[in-house]
């Protein structure tokens, strides 16, 4: 490459990551990702204009809310389009759109990276270091049967709302398939006013998701108007050692997000864990927790912090599927059914996308339910849910990323 070249490239990714928005012709040919460029289709390379294969668009982007807004559609076909972004976070659903005819959608997509100062970053794990959650740039998956984008405008919202996450494998955007989880489907439920920064990792427990700098990550940007949602449980009852327990270190690691939280002037909300698919002969959801829901309950009675009751409303959710039928809200697949896959699966713990998706209702049905002032924000097209009558399974449609992995989630 000539200099004057390098140079050139150099300084446009320079202006690219400190601009506040940034718009692209999808019509026009685009180049592939490079940190030289900071923009440019991403993962599988760009898509061929014969073919209807999905793709990813990135953007190098400094940390921050940021509203995205994508035109769908296309002059040359008909589409058939899904929108998600960074590690499959869901924000449209399909959005079909007739030959010649287009549809904008705007949505807010957090953005952050493992640093928190010069000293001080998140002590990720190694199987996170490839994700696209915790990446320099902000990327959009566009799937479906057949993806059809017109434009995308990318502008930093600085000001807007957010709901934090915290949490273990059952809260985390879980990377690949067939694996999902409510954090990144709860983001399909919001308007473009309020963002969703899930901090949540497979395997962790209160405790270690404070050792891990993830609660501190969260407090250099919370601010008041803000939310922090934290489910734990389900691997916090496996801690032993000198003060384990529900009421001991579980409940101590439990103030500690309340203060910290409430220092900042955000809102800290408590959720119950999820149920794990463990039935009994008489078709009811077995106790598997222990004493942890109660705790959390005790704590937040004792601390006035609002609960959502996931644990109470996942075993609903499980009988009123049944036995069988319950296998389809998790990853359940016989080997074969995904390429590559040489084993069954069965994870009676970890949801697939159907499972997922429905929780993430429950958890926005909470949120009614507390009367939260973020529910203003809910989109016009939401239905009151109840876990009784879950939607059906086999009416539900999700077209798996291209990105896959049979290895279980940690935790259980």
Not at 125 to 151: I, Y
Not at 277 to 282: A, G, H, L, Y
Not at 336 to 349: E, P, R
Not at 377 to 397: G, L, N, Q
Request: net charge positive; aromatic share 12%; charged share 25%.
């Amino acid at each position: 490459m000539k200099p004057f070249v390098f140079l050139s490239l150099c300084l446009l990714g320079i202006v690219q990551a400190h601009a506040q928005s940034y718009d692209y012709d999808m019509t026009q040919r685009q180049p592939l990702y490079s940190d030289a460029t900071g923009f440019g289709y991403d993962v599988i390379g760009a898509p061929s204009s014969k073919s209807n294969r999905s793709f990813f668009f990135s953007v190098k982007v400094p940390d921050g809310n940021y509203r995205v807004t994508v035109t769908l559609g296309s002059k040359k076909k008909v589409g058939h389009t899904v929108v998600r972004a960074e590690a499959r976070r869901l924000f449209v659903e399909m959005c079909n759109t007739p030959k010649g005819k287009f549809k904008a959608f705007s949505f807010l997509v957090n953005k952050r990276s493992p640093f928190i100062s010069d000293h001080e970053s998140v002590k990720i794990k190694p199987r996170e270091k490839e994700s696209m959650d915790w990446d320099d740039r902000l990327t959009l998956e566009f799937n479906g049967p057949a993806p059809a984008v017109k434009e995308i405008r990318i502008e930093r919202a600085p000001d807007a709302p957010t709901l934090y996450l915290c949490g273990n494998s059952t809260v985390v955007d879980q990377a690949r398939e067939p694996w999902a989880s409510w954090g990144q489907m709860v983001t399909r439920w919001f308007n473009d006013q309020v963002a969703v920064s899930n901090h949540a990792e497979s395997g962790l427990t209160a405790t270690s998701f404070l050792a891990q700098n993830r609660l501190d990550k969260i407090s250099s940007t919370l601010k008041k108007g803000d939310y922090v949602f934290c489910e734990f449980g389900h691997n916090d009852q496996k801690e032993k050692g000198p003060g384990a327990g529900a009421y001991y270190n579980f409940s101590f690691a439990l103030k500690k997000f309340i203060d910290i939280v409430r220092a900042k002037g955000a809102t800290i909300v408590f959720v119950t864990p999820t149920q794990r698919r463990f039935f009994d002969e008489n078709g009811k959801i077995r106790e598997t927790h222990g004493d942890y829901p109660e705790a959390m309950r005790a704590v937040a009675r004792r601390e006035k912090v609002p609960v959502i009751e996931l644990h109470n409303m996942t075993r609903t959710f499980f009988e009123a599927l049944g036995i069988e039928d319950s296998k389809r809200a998790l990853v359940h697949y016989p080997a074969g059914t995904f390429a590559g896959q040489t084993k069954d699966l069965a994870d009676n713990t970890h949801f697939n996308p159907y499972g997922a998706y429905e929780v993430a209702k429950m958890v926005v049905m909470g949120m009614k339910d507390l009367g939260l002032p973020v529910v203003k924000d809910i989109r016009k097209d939401w239905k009151d849910y109840d876990p009784t009558h879950p939607d059906d399974p086999k009416a539900f449609s999700w077209y798996p990323c291209v990105i896959n992995d049979f290895m279980k989630p940690d935790g259980n």
